[in-house]
């Protein structure tokens, strides 16, 4: 399994740009979630999905949307970029059990420069 | 979900345990205790978890006071790969398993 995987590592933008962060994770995984990391500090959650056709936002949502289509894919766009969006993106990927572990698997993260 | 507090730096020799603190005193009946580590910039990474009893896995032990206010991640022969931010969060299994990150305790291990 190549776990959860994100596409690109690095991006710098101008701003008023707009691109999409891909993510994927093959591990059949309900949940997905999309955090970001400023310098020094710990992540904050920007969205969120329990399922294909479902998100809601987290801590940070203002600047971003989602979408889940599909199981396998949660993509975050950022449709008009600003220098307060530099950092660096986690995509993540969890179980949903009730009980017990529900650890989550991160990617190797994006990390995006807006100029 | 309840908030944790942790020591932002310490140090640990290799070779050494490393015990680092953790309190939760908000904690709430149905929260697991979750430890995550993230080296340099990578991605964090499950380390451990509990919910009332002491637990041991591969990477580390993780000691729950009787009263859940509180607990100790122990790794019991740091090495200089270990050197890392590690997050303590506490998380229920309901609403999305979401988990909150503060800022974390810097592990250095020094030879």
């Known amino acids: 399994n190549a776990g959860v995987t994100q596409t690109p590592k690095f991006r710098i933008l101008k701003i008023g740009q707009s691109m999409t962060l891909q993510c994927t994770q093959d591990m059949n995984h309900n949940y997905m979630y999309w955090y970001r990391q400023d310098p020094g500090m710990g992540l904050k959650l920007i969205y969120y999905s329990v399922g294909a056709g479902i998100t809601d936002k987290g801590e940070v949502p203002n600047g971003y949307n989602v979408s889940r289509s599909t199981t396998e894919d949660f993509p975050l766009r950022l449709e008009l970029a600003a220098p307060s969006q530099t950092s660096v993106y986690f995509c993540?990927?969890?179980?949903?059990?009730?009980?017990?572990?529900?650890?989550?698997?991160f990617g190797p993260g994006t990390r995006l420069t807006v100029l | 979900d309840a908030k944790t507090t942790q020591p932002t730096s310490m140090d640990c020799a290799e070779g050494r345990a490393a015990n680092l603190p953790c309190n939760h005193s908000?904690?709430?009946?149905?929260?697991?205790v979750y430890w995550y580590r993230q080296i340099h910039s990578q991605g964090p990474q499950y380390i451990i978890h509990g919910l009332k009893n002491n637990e041991t896995n591969e990477m580390a032990s993780l000691i729950i006071t009787e009263d859940r206010k509180s607990s100790t991640l122990i790794l019991p022969h740091a090495t200089l790969r270990d050197t890392a931010v590690y997050y303590c969060i506490v998380s229920n299994n309901n609403a999305g398993n979401m988990l909150t990150f503060g800022g974390g305790t810097r592990l250095m291990v020094k030879p």
């Open positions: 908000t904690i709430s009946g149905n929260e697991y």
């Open positions: 993540a990927s969890s179980w949903n059990r009730a009980l017990g572990r529900n650890e989550q698997f």
